[in-house]
């Protein structure tokens, strides 16, 4: 088909486009700096041509760009409300920082900080040795240091561990595990220069496993927290104690992977599996252990190593250590984060800490109630409904354990399911939510208690659409 000259001829320039857009959406431009809406309008409206060419109707040229537009600035990074009853949702940016973190960080990263310089002497110091020493409390550790991530840390003890002639790495069939976003232990530990030498089957490991497996040039022993997933039936394992007890036996560090780094007894926090934590893993005899810092800790991304000094004063010597080390935003992040654990253990009331995920975490159903009640009341909508619902932790984390929550049900039309969810998940602040049995759910659990007023307006304006 020969292309619709007319149409065409009505596409715009990118000038004249700009233009319109500037009358007629002025407030995309306070979203997207102008240069970079210049160069998406251009590629957008290169696009509308060819598809003009190739015989496509387009009927508003102007819409269509400004549609494109709208849709790339919502991906400026903005607050989300998470609805979806998971709190380490690693789309949403799992944990939600401690609000007087971020109150901190405020004032140290717009400002000089004293990250690395010994103010009594004027000197350069250490850096992150204040946080070093709270994360070493903390996990009840002789040793602790910080970088980038968990899979960092990884690496980082592979490359100090399992490096040369002794470069074999002992891992359980059981443990070779995905944790998502493309990381997989056996990839990691090739990319270390690290031999992966698996033991046992999937379903069972045993002790002699390990044993006949070590020889001369065996680095390291690693456990790996199956996180995500959880095995049940015929199945088997060697006790953390036993392991460590062989690594010993045999002078090899051993070291576990945790991933998230719970620092309560989450089976006591809420109707949850018992995640086992740094402290008791290291009293097992783990020499190291490694957890993602904003998982089930509640702070920044990062991650932290824990365990034996000789060892954490070695990985901080390899030079690949530089290259994943954080700046003053994470260590001041951290740093809160593991102040409000010890301040909330030592402190009078033995309180829990002001930690978000902590908090949600324990938070009890008939306190979710009223919230649900007094929302469900301003909407004053006969389709809209209080339901039970199940949190989730989220994140590769108690894959096993939903907690019971209060939901906010929307009984729409089945055709008005998805407009709706789209609605409230582009307006500002976009609200994320979820459809479970042709009903839309929001599960309060995951929303902050201050969050209620703009959920409420935010609601008003999509149920009116
Ligand atoms: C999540 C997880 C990781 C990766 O942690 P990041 O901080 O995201 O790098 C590694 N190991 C285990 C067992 C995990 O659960």
């Known amino acids: 088909m020969p292309p619709d000259q007319e149409a065409l001829r009505k596409i715009p320039s990118v000038e004249k486009m700009l233009q319109a857009l500037a009358s007629g959406d002025p407030e995309i431009f306070s979203r997207?700096?102008?240069?970079?809406?210049?160069?998406?309008?251009?590629?957008?409206?290169?696009?509308?041509?060819?598809?003009?060419?190739?015989?496509?109707?387009?009927?508003?040229?102007?819409?269509?760009?400004?549609?494109?537009?709208?849709?790339?600035?919502?991906?400026?990074?903005?607050?989300?409300?998470?609805?979806?009853?998971?709190?380490?949702?690693?789309?949403?940016?799992?944990?939600?920082?401690?609000?007087?973190?971020?109150?901190?960080?405020a004032s140290v990263a717009s400002s000089y900080s004293n990250v690395e310089i010994d103010l009594h002497t004027g000197a350069r110091g250490p850096r992150a040795k204040f946080l070093e020493a709270c994360l070493a409390t903390l996990c009840r550790s002789e040793a602790a240091t910080v970088v980038n991530n968990c899979a960092a840390g990884l690496v980082l003890v592979l490359q100090h561990l399992a490096a040369g002639e002794k470069n074999e790495v002992i891992v359980s069939r059981g443990e070779l595990v995905e944790i998502g976003g493309g990381f997989r232990i056996p990839e990691i530990l090739e990319a270390s220069g690290a031999k992966l030498i698996e033991v046992g089957a999937t379903n069972k490991t045993h002790l002699a496993d390990y044993e006949r497996a070590i020889t001369d040039r065996t680095g390291l022993l690693l456990k790996v927290h199956r996180s995500n997933f959880y095995m049940e039936g015929f199945t088997a394992e060697p006790e953390t104690s036993e392991l460590a007890a062989l690594a010993k036996k045999s002078g090899i560090p051993f070291m576990h992977d945790l991933g998230s780094g719970a620092m309560m007894q989450t089976d006591q926090l809420a109707p949850l599996e018992h995640e086992t934590t740094p402290w008791e893993t290291l009293a097992a005899g783990c020499d190291l252990v490694c957890f993602s810092?904003?998982?089930?800790?509640?702070?920044?991304?990062?991650?932290?190593?824990?365990?034996?000094?000789?060892?954490?004063?070695?990985?901080?010597?390899?030079?690949?250590?530089?290259?994943?080390?954080?700046?003053?935003?994470?260590?001041?992040?951290?740093?809160?984060?593991?102040?409000?654990?010890?301040?909330?253990?030592?402190?009078?009331?033995?309180?829990?800490?002001?930690?978000?995920?902590?908090?949600?975490?324990?938070?009890?159903e008939d306190a979710l109630l009223p919230r649900a009640e007094s929302i469900t009341k301003a909407l004053s909508d006969s389709r809209i409904k209080i339901g039970e619902g199940t949190a989730r932790c989220g994140g590769g984390t108690m894959p096993k354990s939903s907690i019971p929550s209060v939901t906010l049900e929307f009984h729409l039309e089945e055709s008005e399911l998805e407009p709706f969810a789209f609605d409230l998940r582009t307006g500002r602040p976009g609200i994320v939510g979820y459809i479970d049995s042709g009903i839309f759910k929001l599960d309060l659990r995951t929303i902050f208690p201050h969050q209620d007023e703009k959920l409420i307006s935010a609601l008003k304006n999509s149920l009116l659409k």
Not at 74 to 96: A, F, W
């Open 293 to 364: 810092g904003d998982k089930l800790l509640g702070g920044p991304q990062a991650g932290i190593i824990a365990g034996r000094a000789d060892l954490i004063a070695g990985i901080k010597k390899t030079p690949f250590y530089r290259a994943v080390r954080p700046d003053k935003v994470i260590f001041t992040l951290l740093q809160e984060t593991a102040c409000a654990y010890l301040d909330a253990a030592s402190g009078e009331t033995k309180g829990l800490p002001e930690i978000p995920v902590v908090q949600m975490l324990a938070i009890k």
């Open 32 to 105: 997207i700096p102008r240069s970079v809406a210049t160069g998406i309008v251009r590629s957008a409206l290169a696009d509308l041509r060819k598809r003009v060419a190739k015989g496509a109707s387009v009927e508003d040229p102007f819409e269509d760009v400004r549609a494109t537009l709208g849709r790339f600035a919502d991906t400026r990074i903005t607050p989300v409300i998470n609805g979806t009853g998971v709190l380490i949702h690693t789309n949403l940016g799992r944990s939600p920082v401690a609000a007087a973190a971020a109150e901190t960080l």
